[in-house]
Nanobody, 122 residues
Framework: QVRLVESGGGLVQPGGSLRLSCAASGSIFSINAMGWYRQAPGKQRELVATITTSFTTNYADSVIGRFTISRDNAKNTVYLQMNSLKPEDTAVYYC????????????????WGKGTLITVSS
């Protein structure tokens, strides 16, 4: 079992910035991926950004150049720096964790945080 706790959500004006954090605890193995997904009202949940323990990253096209994902392996924490925010970034943001060690009890299993609301509005 992996537990994820997000923080840093809130209300921000267009063009502003926010920083999200997600701390993982529990059955964490040495090779894993963590990231952020978001779901806007009436929309499907979509990938925002992911990062592995070896620091390989992947971003949605819509956030390239504006968002930066990073992680601290010693703290089992992933961060998302969000700059130049747009109204269309408004969504509930969910932290994700996936174990990538073959044979591990939770190999390939997705764990999710409860979500944190980001509202971009003037």
């Amino acid at each position: 079992q992996v537990r994820l706790v997000e923080s840093g959500g809130g209300l921000v004006q267009p063009g502003g910035s926010l920083r999200l954090s997600c701390a993982a605890s529990g059955s964490i193995f040495s090779i894993n991926a963590m990231g952020w997904y978001r779901q806007a009202p009436g929309k499907q949940r979509e990938l925002v950004a992911t990062i592995t323990t070896s620091f390989t990253t992947n971003y949605a096209d819509s956030v390239i150049g504006r968002f930066t994902i990073s992680r601290d392996n010693a703290k089992n924490t992933v961060y998302l720096q969000m700059n130049s925010l747009k109204p269309e970034d408004t969504a509930v943001y969910y932290c994700n964790h996936r174990t990538l060690v073959p044979g591990a009890k939770y190999y390939g299993v997705d764990f999710w945080g409860k979500g944190t609301l980001i509202t971009v509005s003037s």
